[in-house]
């Protein structure tokens, strides 16, 4: 086995180990060894297509010299990045971030930073944020990274139009470009408009690749070059890992396998999906992933355009802060959840406890006893019969952060072809999107939608 790869531990998730009302067996993982197969076999032929945009970005050259050209010029010469996003277009910047640089990086002096700037994700209209951000950025060091696949999202452009404007009128004429790049779809869309009339630095989001898997395209690796993340090894280990992922052994395919776990839990009414990382860094995949399992299944037809209204709800929680929260509910509330650990094999930063701390703790390290947490809570879901499984990293690098993101994403689009829906799109999203627009024209598209009882307030 290689040393360096994320494995996928599954144990404690059958009758063996939790019992038989909510366990599963290895024959029944195995039974949906065909619809697997024939499920990789649909993906692969629509790969070829070229509609399957993701499962290529490992190995595609996209922007990544420009991007790492970018991030040499930047460095030592602007402090402040900040990225305008939203959904997929921020999820995976701020995985990447919190995964593998120091979790007060914004803190830290520009030579703790070896020169890489500050990131900021701006990926809400709030006033408050943005406001806030303005007050603490030096212009002149200021570069402003706006993504939107469509380019048409309300959120992304608000920001944008302030903090531009805001930049303009700081910086000396004829300045302000050097400070902007815009990332969005090749061809199409206002932004892409905007980037060619004003002959702005732009970057591509491929047209075949939806907006919560384009972590390991120009979106997420932009962000990431430009803090001193190594791109190249983010890219090896998610190609790797597809090797991995395209296995048409079942059983030793990790994505086939976590998608067969899940699905068979969701049938039997576990509809609820945790991912509980004991490790800080980890939790911005928590949500990443969050994002990537909810929007592309939760979906209301099948492919056949029947009504199904599928999809689980994920939830993230933090080991070992959200045992004070949380897993009184995941133990002895509805057997409704299936968790998902995420466990370090070698603590990344050695912290021992003195000596004189209470027993058992003295002479322990932090990271020693964040396990035995992790270990414990995962045994206690075991003894109370609630199934779970449990990824184990080497290590939080970028090889291995690549490797979970395309399994996760591979799983995603597995999953999506045994409930038989669309994976890719997000029709309920973009009602919202055409309501908030309708709503701000003054103009309302349905006034019923939003008219609401005055005798109805308490
Ligand atoms: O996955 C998706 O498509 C969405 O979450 C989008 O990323 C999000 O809505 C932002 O869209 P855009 O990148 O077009 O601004």
Redesign the pocket.
């Known amino acids: 086995m290689d040393t360096k790869q994320v494995q996928l531990q599954y144990s404690f998730c059958l009758k063996d180990y939790v019992g038989d009302s909510a366990g599963l067996t290895s024959p029944e993982i195995l039974g949906l060894s065909d619809r697997l197969k024939a499920a990789l076999r649909s993906l692969d032929a629509r790969r070829k297509q070229g509609h399957l945009g993701f499962a290529d970005l490992p190995n595609a050259e996209g922007d990544v010299k420009d991007i790492q050209k970018l991030a040499a010029r930047m460095k030592g010469k602007i402090d402040d990045l900040v990225i305008i996003?939203?959904?997929?277009?921020a999820l995976g910047n701020i995985a990447v971030q919190m995964a593998l640089n120091p979790l007060y990086w914004n803190q830290m002096s520009a030579k703790e930073r070896k020169g890489w700037p500050r990131l900021y994700v701006m990926d809400n209209v709030d006033p408050e944020p943005l406001s806030a951000l303005m007050k603490v950025i030096n212009p002149k060091k200021t570069f402003v990274n706006m993504?939107?696949?469509?380019?048409?999202?309300t959120e992304?452009w608000a920001n944008w139009s302030i903090l531009r404007t805001f930049l303009e009128k700081k910086l000396p004429k004829g300045k302000l470009n050097q400070h902007l790049a815009i990332t969005t779809d090749p061809l199409k869309g206002p932004m892409r408009e905007w980037a060619t009339r004003e002959k702005i630095t732009s970057f591509v989001?491929p047209e075949n690749v939806?907006?919560?898997f384009t972590v390991l395209s120009s979106v997420g690796l932009l962000s990431a070059a430009c803090t001193g993340v190594d791109v190249q090894q983010l890219l090896q280990g998610a190609s790797d890992m597809s090797q991995r992922c395209w296995n048409a052994e079942i059983m030793d395919n990790p994505a086939a396998v976590f998608t067969a776990i899940h699905y068979l839990a969701y049938q039997r009414g576990r509809k609820i999906h945790v991912f509980l990382p004991y490790a800080q860094s980890l939790y911005g995949v928590a949500d990443w992933f969050r994002?990537l399992w909810a929007?592309s299944l939760g979906k209301k037809l099948d492919r056949a355009g029947r009504t199904v209204e599928v999809g689980p709800t994920p939830v993230k929680a933090l080991g070992a802060t959200d045992q004070h929260s949380q897993i009184q509910l995941y133990l002895e509330g509805p057997q409704d959840k299936l968790v998902t650990f995420m466990f370090l094999q070698n603590e990344k930063t050695v912290l021992k406890i003195p000596k004189d701390a209470p027993a058992p703790l003295g002479g322990h390290t932090l990271g020693n006893v964040l396990k035995a947490e992790g270990l414990a809570t995962r045994a206690a879901l075991t003894e109370y019969g609630r199934p779970n499984l449990s990824f184990w990293f080497p290590e939080v690098s970028a090889y291995t952060l690549g490797q979970i993101f395309f399994l996760l994403e591979m799983s995603t689009a597995l999953m999506g072809e045994l409930f038989d829906i669309n994976a890719f799109d997000?029709p309920a999203?973009e009602l919202g999107k055409k309501l908030t627009k309708s709503l701000l024209s003054g103009q309302p598209a349905d006034q019923r939608l939003f008219k609401d009882n005055p005798s109805h307030y308490v």
Request: glycine share 28%; charged share 15%; hydrophobic share 20%.
């Open positions: 996003g939203i959904g997929g277009s993504i939107s696949k469509s380019g048409t999202t992304c989001v939806g907006g919560r994002q929007e997000q999203v």
